[in-house]
Nanobody, 124 residues
Framework: QAQLVESGGGLAQAGGSLRLSCAAS????????MGWFRQAPGKEREFVAY????????DYKDSVKGRFTIARDNAKNTVYLQMNSLKPEDTGVYYC?????????????????WGQGTQVTVSS
């Protein structure tokens, strides 16, 4: 059972940066595709980014491409989301998720394990 613990959320100004971390207490961490999702107030949860088991394959929501970077360190059982050039519309609760079955996925239903969520607020 993968347990995901997130950190790094908080308040940032528009144009600023935050780095989210998600630590997994699982020795087989490298077997999981890892993803980030977010949910803005009053909106549906949406895909942000994923990274493959090896760390080579990645994909992003169109609106964050060029600004966000997902990466993983399998030796530390940790996945990161570096968020640069933040915009107010990036505000929301960010969730780390793990998928044991898929090669890669941007669908919430494919992910089996979820973190608790961490709040990111971007001010104008």
């Amino acid at each position: 059972q993968a347990q995901l613990v997130e950190s790094g959320g908080g308040l940032a100004q528009a144009g600023g940066s935050l780095r989210l971390s998600c630590a997994a207490s699982e020795r087989t961490f490298s077997m999981y595709v890892m993803g980030w999702f977010r949910q803005a107030p009053g909106k549906e949860r949406e895909f942000v980014a994923y990274v493959s088991r090896t760390g080579v394959g990645t994909d992003y929501k169109d609106s964050v491409k060029g600004r966000f970077t997902i990466a993983r360190d399998n030796a530390k059982n940790t996945v990161y989301l570096q968020m640069n050039s933040l915009k107010p519309e990036d505000t929301g609760v960010y969730y780390c998720a793990a998928d044991i079955n898929s090669a890669y996925s941007d669908r919430m239903s494919d992910y089996e394990y979820w973190g608790q969520g961490t709040q990111v607020t971007v001010s104008s």
